[in-house]
């Protein structure tokens, strides 16, 4: 058996520090072991990985120390499911070199929508997944389906025209998927005319094909990711209770800056208010009238203060003055003695014999002649 064909999947697949590759093949009826040489390993234009199905061609020896069968393989295709597989990752290289998955291309998925389009099969679960769940979240939002193909030779073409079918009505958001499936199910989403459509469309496009552990080109391409229909329609749709929350939150926000607001610019225009009272010119005249009325005030004091110290001086002087009065003298028991012209007679000098002269008393005057003068002490 030098030179045979064996098809199988690939099983317990270990790449040797030597370059000899060490796997198992097998299917639902047996198990052989395998080994690729690292001479022979230009027959193998992919990286061996577990689950493939592959076509192995070479020969059949027996390992002598174990005394078994083991297949030395000479060159490796992928069969089936693997060349698909091969394709998926040749055009996933491709597109990656040519900048289709860079993340500067990436739409944001716009967070409060209108329109919903959705790029599926008219029948089956994924469908009526978005609707139930999208209806759920926010009942408002408008959901428009394109009926796609999504399996077969027709389904690549038939997804890149509800692609742009949608885009041309104008959708805030796009779901393109469909559930899960095998990989020859699912390939229409794997096609480089699919990828390249959501590339160049200009509405966010959320790629929801599978379950979770499928993945496809326009999983790469689109501006985001869903794990399931599911999971897309959750993406796409905000949930209206969080939209009313967000708009009370809102609300009580606005509210509390107006009073705020309110309560600075009512304080300014009380503060204008006050300034506008004192600096009219009503209020800098009636300002000025008290504070005239108030030195006005103070005046006054001072004047009557000023008066009852005078008062009070002039009650000492006349005192004194009363002190030195001729008519209180009289009270006392004096008399008061005048020539003819009125004179006060002080000395007997002043006077001669004959002369007539008054003296005056407390009770009145008596008129007398002086008849004689005598110097010397008047006591």
């Known amino acids: 058996m030098q030179s045979l064909f064996v098809k199988g999947e690939v099983s317990n697949c270990k790449y040797h520090s030597s370059g000899h590759i060490y796997f198992t093949l097998k299917d639902a009826k047996g198990v052989v072991n395998c080994v690729m040489f690292a001479t022979q390993r230009s027959g193998l234009s992919f990286r061996l990985a577990e689950g493939q199905q592959v076509v192995v061609g070479g020969s059949v020896d ?8 083991q297949l030395y393989a000479k060159q490796i295709v992928l069969d089936g499911a693997g060349l698909l597989y091969e394709k998926f990752e040749q055009l996933k290289a491709e597109l990656a070199e040519c900048g289709m998955f860079a ?17 599926t099969a008219d029948t089956g679960a994924a469908v009526r997944d978005i609707i139930q769940i999208a209806a759920r979240r926010n009942p ?17 073409e038939s997804i890149v025209r509800g692609i742009r079918a949608l885009e041309r009505l104008g959708v805030d958001v796009m779901i393109v998927g469909r559930g899960g499936g095998s990989i020859e199910d699912l390939w229409g989403f794997n096609e480089r005319i699919v990828a390249q459509a959501v590339f160049d469309c200009s509405v966010p496009v959320i790629s929801a094909v599978g379950h979770e552990t499928d993945t496809t080109i326009i999983d790469f391409v689109s501006d985001l990711r869903a794990p399931t229909p599911s999971a897309a329609a959750e993406l796409a749709v905000t949930d209206i209770r969080e939209i009313l929350g967000a708009l009370e939150s809102a609300r009580e926000r606005l509210l509390q800056l107006m009073r ?4 600075e610019e009512r304080t300014r225009l009380e503060r204008y208010a006050v300034a506008l009272r004192y600096g009219s010119p009503v209020s800098r005249i009636r300002a000025r009238r008290q504070e005239g009325l108030r030195l006005e005030e103070q005046l006054q004091e001072h004047m009557e203060r000023i008066l009852r110290r005078k008062r009070h001086e002039l009650d000492l002087y006349i005192e ?3 002190g030195l009065s001729p008519l209180d003298r009289l009270k006392s028991g004096f008399s008061y003695v005048e020539d003819e012209k009125g004179q006060n007679i002080r000395s007997v000098r002043g006077v001669c014999p004959g002369q007539q002269l008054t003296i005056r008393m407390q009770d009145g005057s008596i008129d007398a002649q002086v008849t004689e003068i005598r110097a010397g002490s008047g006591l």
């Open 103 to 119: 993340p500067e291309y990436k739409q944001p998925i716009p967070r409060y929508i209108r329109t919903l389009g959705v790029v």
């Open 260 to 263: 705020h607001k309110s309560g």
């Open 62 to 69: 027996v390992y002598e120390r174990d005394g078994k069968y």
């Open 140 to 156: 408002y939002v408008q959901i428009i389906l394109y009926p796609a193909i999504v399996q077969g030779a027709a389904a690549a």
């Open 320 to 322: 004194r003055i009363r």
